[in-house]
Nanobody, 115 residues
Framework: QVQLVESGGGLVQAGGSLRLSCAAS????????VSWYRQAPGKQRELVAK???????NYADSVLGRFTISRDNVKNTLYLQMNSLKPEDTAVYYC?????????WGQGTQVTVSS
């Protein structure tokens, strides 16, 4: 089992920045990949950014150049630095931890960007 606790969401004006955190605990020694997803009202959950096992990072085209995903292996924490935020970035953001034992999701944190 993996427990994930997210923090860092909130309300920000367009052009502003936020940093999301996802603290992991439990059976994280068999991690295959870590990622951030988001889900806007009425839309499907979509991948925002992912760090693969070998260190390769992928970003959704819509956030490329504005968001940065990173991971602190000592603190077992995943981050998402979000800059130049736009109203269309408004969504609930979820972290996901993929392990040999399955995939685990955080509880979600709301990000609202006002115009």
């Amino acid at each position: 089992q993996v427990q994930l606790v997210e923090s860092g969401g909130g309300l920000v004006q367009a052009g502003g920045s936020l940093r999301l955190s996802c603290a992991a605990s439990g059976s994280i020694f068999s991690t295959n990949g870590v990622s951030w997803y988001r889900q806007a009202p009425g839309k499907q959950r979509e991948l925002v950014a992912k760090i693969f096992t070998g260190g390769t990072i992928n970003y959704a085209d819509s956030v490329l150049g504005r968001f940065t995903i990173s991971r602190d292996n000592v603190k077992n924490t995943l981050y998402l630095q979000m800059n130049s935020l736009k109203p269309e970035d408004t969504a609930v953001y979820y972290c996901r931890w993929d392990t040999n034992g399955g995939s685990y999701w955080g509880q979600g944190t709301q990000v609202t960007v006002s115009s």
